[in-house]
């Protein structure tokens, strides 16, 4: 038995119409996939099919939270997830998914698998810098982050800068002058 499943869609028994397929993803639908970067899901996701008589429209709603580590500090945080994608389902020859949006599947095909779709829709949503908001509003506290402030360089402004300039451009300067 296939692990993922509960993600195929027969789409041939279906009447032309919407129909609409509800998912609530946990960790463990990530495990398939191998990712680990997470340390709780807990995303609904919402497939709103639309079966047309030589096409299907899917329009995929997630929303929810993930429990991810932030990237400066190591503390976990509660990541909301709200994101939207859809794509439409086509009949050709043979097996094409090179545009992001458009999927052609061959003539005879019977069923789709919506598990790919449904990661990289959650993947793709989270920022690439995970940052827990407490950093950026000021309110956490932290080890880390007094340990980042201790060891950041101090600030420019606050230092005045002796100009090291050598002494041979000065003459040089000296040329554009005694024109």
């Known amino acids: ?9 027969q789409f041939v028994g279906l009447k032309l119409g919407k129909h609409v397929y509800e998912y609530d993803i946990d960790y463990k639908f990530f495990e398939h996939f ?6 709780a899901t807990n995303v609904k996701v919402v497939l709103n099919l639309e079966k047309k008589s030589t096409f299907l429209e899917l329009n995929f709603q997630a929303e929810g ?6 990237d400066l500090t190591n503390e976990p945080f509660d990541m909301p997830v709200n994101t939207s994608f859809d794509l439409v389902v086509q009949f050709g020859n043979e097996y094409n998914n090179e545009h992001e949006s458009i999927l052609i599947i061959p003539h005879g095909e019977y069923e789709i698998n919506v598990a790919h779709y449904i990661y990289e829709l959650i993947i793709l949503s989270l920022p690439q810098k ?7 509003d000021g309110t956490l506290d932290s080890e880390i982050l007094e340990r980042l402030k201790e060891l950041s360089p101090k600030s420019l402004e606050n230092k005045p800068q002796k100009e090291d300039i050598d002494p041979r451009w000065d003459s040089l300067k000296k040329l554009l002058t005694d024109k």
């Open 65 to 70: 939270t993930i429990t991810i580590d932030c």
């Open 34 to 39: 191998e990712y680990d970067e997470f340390n």
């Open 1 to 9: 038995m296939k692990p993922l499943k509960a993600f195929d869609i």
């Open 130 to 136: 995970r940052i827990h908001p407490g950093v950026e």
